[in-house]
Each structure stands twice: as structure tokens, then as C-alpha cells.
């Protein structure tokens, strides 16, 4: 009894909007669904709808015109920012998914003392704002940092890059790995045990059980999870801002040139075009997997 | 169960991978505490940059909570019918809605502060309230609390829920808040522990839409480590975790109760 | 039974007549659900409306509960009460779900006191009803249980409790039994059965299983494909099935097709005296179907026989011993016989139809 719509009401085939809004039997009614959907509507439409269009429109006004939009590709600086940016994110990603399909997989079949101290410790960073996760990049390889304060009493010799593009890297893997294990551990629980006995009672060998039933098991979570982390990598700004790094990352460019130039046509192109590739990116994985009900979170970019 | 070198090996990665995110933790928390960074704990330990911290941004740390408990406030409002409407009439136009609903988590923060500048930066008294930011806050948590919501909605039969409600001759209100509401706890709670950490954690869009009279605690602590000396930043950091650590806490206990509808709320994350 | 007990069963209305005229049912996407038909319940009857899954019997008891509406043209009556546009909330009725829908923020005692609270009944009156409820549906003992905590059987005593609780003008049961074991299941049919009758009040009973439907229904509806197939009493229905379907629906499933000659069916080298069969008449001479269930053919002497058969499978039953043969019509045929006899597998038997055990129907 999917759609029982009501036909006394002389609507046959239901639009878009009536079928939102026709009554169906002890649900609301069209006017309680309406006031329980006023709150949301208003929120997203004046200060998410309007507002991106309004930008949007903006763009056109600029000097450049229509032709802002283009500038990413045009520009060198831009060009070779938007692909530092991809290349940083992808490299990231690849990184966590390895890690994290290794050590998630790990922590779902193994019970052993101290293994929720594990989980907890790893999910730990999952709401930090970039800048804090900036700041441990600092404490970690900064010019105080522990590994600075390693090498400096094995070899001599401090070594310190927490400024630089090494740096980056490994701030956007500390705010990526606990989205990520949290996404692989979810997908490993999930994952039939039965195949797996199945494979062996087959006589496949523990290497082809992996590559034959294990990964492509945990295959759409490392893909969704990992579309998340790349997005994140993409949109994040904090970690950037707190390292004060000279390499510029999109996010950075765009708010470099918002603030300090006060190009504001450039500035809401660039973020136009980086919403629209990350949101690609989660789209496309979302219709791929066909699952739409991992969230990413972005407190720690 | 055998353990094997794969599992000794595994297990070395695994504890690897949590002193990197525990380790500069530590770190500063220490440093925080200590009363020279430079000449590290034989210095000695003080709470003098705490109280440093505090004087200093005290306001913003105050700015920061209220924001969270406003911004829970209108995600309750807004989230927890939205969450309704959307499972309860899945179709076409619901799942557009939802799409929309969620773009503001994927578009950068960066580029939604700027639209939101843009549109409403002339508006004088709200641009340099805390409303402002609270504006950005609600866009970047909503899709969250409406999500966790939905999930234990979704898992719950709620039609059928409804039915034999209204079977019993409750009419919609009646439903809605001593059978709906009540059942989609689990969700409502993990939910609005996630808004109030994200809110407190908030940097990229708070940033583009602050002004020095409305700094939350992200904020102070970006200016912190740019402008004042390690210890400071390293305990405003402290501060920071203080504050959080145990919304997260209580998140991984409400994940790991292994009642499924926490357990869906927990994969959301 | 307690004197509260019955009380609480004279206190209950005594039923109200249910009458649907013209009711057809259209989804939203164009496919038709349910023919327009008329279907009236006399007060204080069990109307059990029985067919196999996707039959429309769920969208009728949908219906009359106010949780679907049929299209234009169609009308609904409790009594004299024109309830066509009413919403499930005002019709007063009592429900009982497939899978219970009991709330599981509240305890049993709660769940039952919904309906009353609803209805804004005093507190103590609402507590000695709840509790007269509980007693009946001897459950008393888990009045503060949560619902998560009690086991199927128990959630659908909790379900009825609820359901009768406010004191309905007529009870809904939609496949109540379904979700159960099938031990708990007979029990718990025999429990409603007795409830039903006690309570005096308008049931109506959806369910798949033809055997729930002759032990609880006053009268069965047999629906097929979105129409009514057969309204019965379950001796009608089980004696004189009015269409193949129903035959085979209520078990009968065995079918010959053979030629009918002045009451007599030609099998090849016999013909045998099918005039006493269930719902023969002149009408049925021609080409004719058969139906009958496994006690219409037995295992005879060659002498007596009217067929000679291949035995493919045997299985025993404890009180019978059921045996599939071939060889008689294109369908292998299930014919019971003594639990003691034995048959082999392959081996040639002999057998007879049992006249007055076969339906008739005209082939088409």
C-alpha cells in the first residue's frame, strides 16, 4: 500500500507538489505537513538558496563578467592552486583508506583488552576545527614538536616540517582518519561471515579471501567514506590558516583574495566552483553506491 | 583465538596510528601547563596561561556555548518535523528537498560564509550580531539533526506507529508528540549532541562571518596561536578539549549502547 | 471468569452493523486494488476476508478502519452513521496490526490506556479498565512491562487488550496471527475465537490461512484478484467452492478434467456417477473440471478401481499416509491413505473417486 492517494479528490496523477501535499490517511494534513515543513523552508531558502544565487549573480557583475568562472582554468595561480588542492586531497585520501581499512578491519574482528580505548582514541579528532588539528601539526612537527625533539637528540638535527606542504598532509590525515575508521568499521560489521567460511571451505587461501570476498565487501564503504574525506580535503581551511603555509591551497586562495584584495567577484567564483566539485564528488559517489545516508563531518577541516 | 604476526603487526599499526592523534594531544596539553615550553616540565607547572586564557577569552568561550545551545535550539525546532516530513512522504520533491538540505555540509564553509556575506553583509545590526554566525552554524548542523533523526525514524515502523495511534482515536498533535517524538529519542539525542559539538567546533565559516566583538572560542583560538606565545594557545587548546571531550565521550556511549537505532545515528557519523 | 470480567464484556457494545456499497479502490499509479462491491456485516458477526497475498483483502480492512478511502462513488456505514470521509481518529474503531504497531515508549499498562486517555476518561476509571483488560487478556501480571521485554504472544494479547480497550463499534484485525509460531498460533486463534464470541462485537479478519478462516469466521469473504470470489459461511465455502479458485484456495487442490455425460464423468474405459457430487447439476454436462482434496480418491482393489496409477512419492503424515501418484489427468494428483499401509515408490496402484467428495466446475 505504497501510494494511496486519496481520488476522490479528482488528482489521478500526482505532481511533484501534491504529492508531497495530498492527504493520505492518518498522516498530517496537507496544512500540518506545511507547518511542519515552515521552519526548514524558510532556513535553507533565505540563507542557503537566496544567498548562492545571489552570489552567483554576483560573478556576472564582476569586471570579467561570466568569463570569472573561467579564471580557474585561465589563471595560472589558480590553475596550479585547484590542482595542488586535488592532488593534496586525493593523496590524503588513497592514505587514510589504507590505513584505515587495515586498522578498522583490524579493530571490528579482534576483541582484546584496551580495544575501545583504540576506538575512542582514533575517533577522538572527529569535531576538532581545523585550526586545533593545525595546532597539533605544529606540536607534532613544529619547531617544539616531538619529532623535532626526536631527531634533534638521535641524529642532531631538528627536523621540522609542519610548515610546509608535508605539513599539510599530515593535518588533513589527522581530521581524516576517524570519519574514515568510523565508516570502515561500520562496513566491516556489516560484512557476512558466511561468504568468508564459504571462500575457505572452497580452499581459497587467506590472500584470496581479501581480494575476493573482504574488499569488494567493504568496497562501497571505502568508497563512500572516501568521496567524504576527498570533499572535506578540498573545502578545508582551517588546518591551512593555522599552518600559514605558502602553499596555497584553493580554500586559502579564495580567502586571501576576499580579504585582502576585496576581489569579491573572483572570490565567489572560486567557491562556486569548489562547491560544485565537492558536491559532484558527493553526488556522484552517493548515486554509485547508491546510498545517501553518510554525512560528512566537518568540523576539523 | 590464534594470534598470529598479522595480528602483532596489525596491532602495531593500529596503536601507531593512536599515538598520532594522541600524542600532540598531549602534547599540549602539557605545554599548556607548563610554565616554559621552551625548557619543557623541568620548567615546572602552572596554571598562569589558563588564567591567561581566561581573562583573555573568557567572552568568546561564553559566545561559543550560547551559540551552541541557541543553535540546538533552532535545529530541534526545524530538524526534528523536517526528519518527519521527509521519511514519512518519501517521493520526488522530498528527496530534492533533502538533497538541498544537505549541500551546506558538502559546499565548503568557506564559500557559504561568503554568499552568506554577500546577501546579508549590509545588513548592519545583524551582521555584527551573534545571529550572524548563529545563521551559519544552523545551515552547517540542520542536515545533521534532521539525519539522525530520520535514521531512527526510518527504523522504527513510525506508519504503522502512526496507524495504531490514530486507530485509538489520537488525532495528528496528539501523535506526533506522545508517539513520534518520544520514540525518535535516541536520535533527537544523538543528534543534538553532534549540532552542539560541531557548533563549538566551528572554524571555517565562523571565521568569514565574526567580527571582534562576536569571536567564539574557534575563533580566539585561531588568533591565539597566530598572535600570543605557545603556552597560551597550548591552553586555550586545553580549554577547548576540556569543554569538548565529553560531548564526544557520551557520543561514543550512546553509538556503542547497540541499540539500532544508535547504532544508525553512529554510521551517520 | 471474575465478576469485572463480565462486566467488562456486557459493558462492551454489542456491535455495530458495517455496510460497504459500492466501494472500488485506485492507487495513485492507475493499478485497481479492489472492483467496486457491496459488503455488509451484521452487528456482532466475524467476517474473515480471506485470499492469497496482493487479493485486496488487506485494502477492504484498510477501508472500513479509515486508513484508506475508496474512489468516488463508494460509501461506507457503521449503523446508520455515514463514515465515508471520516479519518481512522473519528470512526471509533479498534485495530489490531500484523506486527502489533504497539508503542515502545510506553508500557503495556500505557499502551492499553492510549485509546482511553485519548477518549479523556477519568484516571480511575481508566486504571479499572486497563486493569479489567489486563485480567482478561491474562496479562495482568505485565501491566509495567516495557514492550520491548515481552515475547510475541504476549505483544498481541497487549495488541487485543488495546484494541478493545476504548470500547470500539467494531474490531480490525489485519493477519494478527501471521508473525506467531505456528503452535502459539492455534492457541491463540482458539483465545480470539472465544474473545469474539464473549465480547459480542463486529470483527472483521484478514488472513492467508484457510484454516484461521474457518475456525473464526461466521461468515469467510474469499477474495481473488481485487474481487469477491465467494462470501460464505465456512461450510459453504468448504462444501460448495462457486469457483476453481476458491476450490483450490480452500484446499481442494486436485483437478481432472473430464467429459460429463447425463451425470456421469467418462474416464477412458469407465465412467463414473459423479450426480452426488457437492455442486453437481445438468448444467456442469461437457467438458468439466474436478476438484477435489486428497480424501476424494482412495486406494482401492483392482476390481473396485476406477484408475490404475504410478505411486512418485510417499511421505508420512503420523495419522495418514500421503501419496502422490501419475497417470491419472496431466497433474500428478495427492490421494491420502491408511498410515499403516504400504506403499513403493514406482509401484502401480489402483483407485476410485469418492463422489460426494468432488466439486464440478464447467471448463472453460
Redesign the interface.
Known amino acids: 500500500m505504497s501510494m494511496d492517494l486519496d481520488l476522490k479528490e479528482g488528482r489521478s496523477r500526482p505532481s511533484l507538489l501534491s504529492s508531497f501535499l495530498t492527504p493520505r490517511a492518518a498522516a498530517a494534513s496537507p496544512a500540518i505537513l506545511t507547518v511542519l515543513l515552515i521552519p526548514g523552508l524558510v532556513i535553507v531558502a533565505a540563507f542557503f538558496l537566496i544567498p548562492l544565487a545571489r552570489v552567483a549573480v554576483e560573478v556576472g557583475n564582476g569586471p570579467e563578467g561570466w568569463g570569472t568562472y573561467l579564471l580557474i582554468l585561465t589563471n595560472a595561480r589558480y590553475l596550479e592552486s585547484l590542482i595542488q588542492t586535488l592532488a593534496m586531497s586525493a593523496g590524503v585520501t588513497m592514505m587514510a583508506l589504507v590505513l584505515c581499512a587495515i586498522v578498522g578491519l583490524f579493530l571490528v574482528r579482534n576483541r582484546f583488552a584496551g580495544r575501545s580505548i583504540l576506538i575512542g582514541t582514533l575517533t577522538l579528532p572527529l569535531s576538532f576545527p581545523g585550526t586545533v588539528v593545525g595546532f597539533m601539526v605544529i606540536m607534532l612537527a613544529g619547531r617544539q614538536g616531538v619529532i623535532g625533539g626526536l631527531t634533534d637528540a638521535a641524529f642532531g638535527a631538528k627536523l621540522v616540517f609542519a610548515y610546509d606542504i608535508a605539513g599539510l598532509f599530515i593535518g588533513y590525515l589527522y581530521f581524516s582518519i576517524p570519519r574514515v575508521i568510523l565508516a570502515v568499521m561500520a562496513s566491516a560489521e556489516k560484512l557476512d561471515l558466511q561468504l568468508e567460511e564459504a571462500a575457505r571451505s572452497l580452499g581459497a587461501s587467506r590472500f584470496r579471501v581479501i581480494c575476493d570476498v573482504i574488499l569488494p565487501g567493504l568496497m562501497p564503504g571505502l568508497i563512500s567514506s572516501g568521496a567524504i574525506c576527498f570533499a572535506t580535503a578540498m573545502g578545508a581551511f582551517g588546518t591551512a590558516f593555522t599552518l600559514a603555509t605558502d602553499i596555497d591551497v584553493l580554500p586559502m586562495v579564495i580567502y586571501t583574495e576576499f580579504t585582502r584584495n576585496a576581489n569579491i567577484p573572483v572570490a565567489a567564483a572560486l567557491s562556486i566552483v569548489l562547491g560544485l566539485i565537492t558536491w559532484a564528488c558527493l553526488a556522484a559517489v552517493r548515486s554509485f553506491t547508491g546510498e545517501g545516508k553518510s554525512l560528512p563531518v566537518r568540523g576539523g577541516a | 583465538?590464534r594470534r598470529t604476526g598479522v595480528?602483532y603487526a596489525?596491532?602495531g599499526?593500529?596503536?601507531l596510528?593512536?599515538l598520532?592523534?594522541?600524542?600532540?594531544?598531549v602534547?599540549?596539553a602539557l605545554?599548556g601547563v607548563t610554565v616554559n615550553?621552551?625548557q619543557g616540565l623541568s620548567s615546572g607547572l602552572t596554571l598562569r596561561w589558563i588564567f591567561e586564557v581566561w581573562d583573555l577569552y573568557a567572552s568568546s568561550i561564553f559566545l561559543s556555548l550560547w551559540l551552541a545551545i541557541a543553535c540546538l535550539f533552532?535545529t530541534l525546532?526545524?530538524?526534528v518535523?523536517?526528519a518527519?516530513?521527509l521519511v514519512?512522504?518519501p517521493?520526488?520533491?522530498?528527496r530534492l528537498?533533502?538533497?538541498?538540505?544537505?549541500?551546506?555540509?558538502?559546499?565548503?564553509?568557506?564559500?557559504?560564509a561568503?554568499?552568506?556575506l554577500?546577501?546579508?553583509g549590509g545588513v548592519s545590526g545583524y551582521r555584527s550580531s551573534w545571529l550572524f554566525i548563529l545563521?551559519g552554524h544552523?545551515?552547517?548542523t540542520?542536515?545533521?539533526m534532521?539525519?539522525s533523526v530520520a535514521?531512527v525514524m526510518s527504523a522504527?515502523?513510525m506508519?504503522?506507529?502512526?496507524?495504531?495511534?490514530?486507530?485509538?482515536?489520537?488525532?495528528?498533535?496528539?501523535r506526533?508528540f506522545?508517539?513520534i517524538v518520544?520514540?525518535a529519542?535516541p536520535g533527537i539525542l544523538a543528534g543534538a549532541l553532534m549540532v552542539v559539538?560541531?557548533s563549538?567546533?566551528?572554524?571555517?565559516l565562523t571565521?568569514?562571518l565574526h567580527t571582534p566583538l562576536t569571536k567564539t572560542l574557534?575563533v580566539g583560538?585561531?588568533d591565539a596561536?597566530?598572535s600570543m606565545r605557545?603556552e597560551i594557545?597550548s591552553a586555550y587548546?586545553l580549554i577547548?578539549f576540556v569543554l569538548?571531550m565529553p560531548l564526544?565521550?557520551v557520543m561514543?556511549l550512546l553509538a556503542?549502547r547497540g541499540s539500532k537505532p544508535a547504532r544508525a545515528t553512529?554510521?551517520?557519523? | 471468569m471474575t465478576t469485572s470480567q463480565k462486566q467488562a464484556a456486557q459493558a462492551q457494545d454489542a456491535g455495530t452493523a458495517i455496510a460497504l456499497t459500492n466501494c472500488a479502490k485506485t492507487f495513485a499509479d492507475g493499478t485497481r486494488a479492489l472492483m467496486p462491491f457491496d459488503l455488509s456485516i451484521t452487528a456482532g458477526e466475524t467476517l474473515v476476508l480471506l485470499g492469497p497475498s496482493g487479493c485486496g483483502k488487506t485494502t477492504i480492512l484498510r477501508m472500513i478502519a479509515g486508513l484508506e478511502f475508496p474512489d468516488a462513488g463508494g460509501a461506507i456505514h457503521f449503523g446508520e452513521d455515514d463514515v465515508t470521509r471520516h479519518s481512522i481518529e473519528q470512526r471509533r474503531v479498534g485495530m489490531v496490526f500484523q506486527s502489533y504497531a504497539l508503542f515502545p515508549n510506553m508500557t503495556v499498562a500505557e499502551n492499553v490506556a492510549y485509546g482511553l486517555k485519548v477518549q479523556k476518561v477519568g484516571k480511575a476509571e481508566r486504571d479499572q479498565r486497563v486493569r479489567e483488560m489486563l485480567e482478561m487478556m491474562h496479562i495482568d501480571m505485565l501491566a509495567d512491562r516495557r514492550v520491548d521485554q515481552l515475547s510475541g504472544g504476549q505483544r498481541q494479547r497487549v495488541a487485543l487488550a488495546r484494541a478493545i480497550a476504548p470500547r470500539p463499534r467494531v474490531l480490525l484485525l489485519d493477519e494478527p496471527l501471521t508473525a506467531l509460531d505456528a503452535k502459539l498460533r492455534v492457541r491463540l486463534r482458539t483465545e480470539i475465537n472465544a474473545l469474539l464470541r464473549k465480547l459480542g462485537i463486529t470483527a472483521i479478519y484478514v488472513t492467508h490461512d484457510q484454516e484461521e478462516a474457518m475456525a473464526l469466521g461466521d461468515r469467510i469473504v474469499v477474495m481473488q484478484k481485487g474481487e469477491i470470489a465467494q462470501i460464505g459461511t465456512p461450510q459453504e465455502i468448504y462444501r460448495a467452492p462457486k469457483t476453481p479458485f476458491v476450490a483450490d484456495f480452500v484446499g481442494a487442490s486436485n483437478c481432472l478434467k473430464v467429459d460429463i455425460e447425463n451425470g456421469r464423468a467418462l474416464l477412458g474405459r469407465v465412467d463414473v456417477d459423479v450426480s452426488r457430487a457437492w455442486n453437481a447439476n445438468p448444467a456442469t454436462d461437457g467438458l468439466s473440471e474436478i476438484y477435489f482434496r486428497a480424501d476424494g480418491l482412495m486406494l482401492c482393489a483392482p476390481h473396485d478401481a476406477h484408475f490404475t496409477a504410478t505411486v512418485e512419492a510417499v511421505s508420512y503424515l503420523g495419522e495418514k499416509l500421503r501419496v502422490t501418484v501419475a497417470g491419472i489427468g496431466n497433474d500428478a494428483v495427492i490421494v491420502d491413505t491408511d498410515p499403516d499401509s504400504v506403499v513403493r515408490l514406482g509401484e502401480t496402484v489402483h483407485c476410485r473417486l469418492v463422489p460426494e467428495k468432488l466439486t464440478m466446475f464447467a471448463a472453460n
Request: proline share 6%; with cysteine; hydrophobic share 55%.
Open positions: 583465538m595480528f596489525q596491532l599499526l593500529t596503536i596510528l593512536c598520532f592523534i594522541v600524542v600532540p594531544i602534547m599540549s605545554a615550553v621552551f533552532v525546532i526545524a530538524g518535523p523536517l518527519y516530513v514519512r512522504k517521493g520526488r520533491a522530498t528537498f533533502e538533497e538541498l538540505l544537505t549541500l551546506p555540509v558538502a559546499i565548503p564553509g568557506l564559500a557559504l561568503l554568499a552568506l554577500i546577501t546579508y545563521t544552523v545551515l552547517f540542520l542536515p545533521f534532521v539525519r535514521a522504527m515502523d506508519k504503522t506507529l502512526e496507524e495504531g495511534a490514530a486507530s485509538l482515536g489520537a488525532g495528528f498533535w496528539r506526533f506522545t508517539v518520544p520514540n529519542k559539538t560541531l563549538v567546533g566551528e572554524f571555517n571565521w568569514m574557534p583560538l585561531a596561536y597566530a605557545l594557545g587548546t577547548f569538548i564526544l565521550i561514543q556503542n553512529a554510521e551517520d557519523k
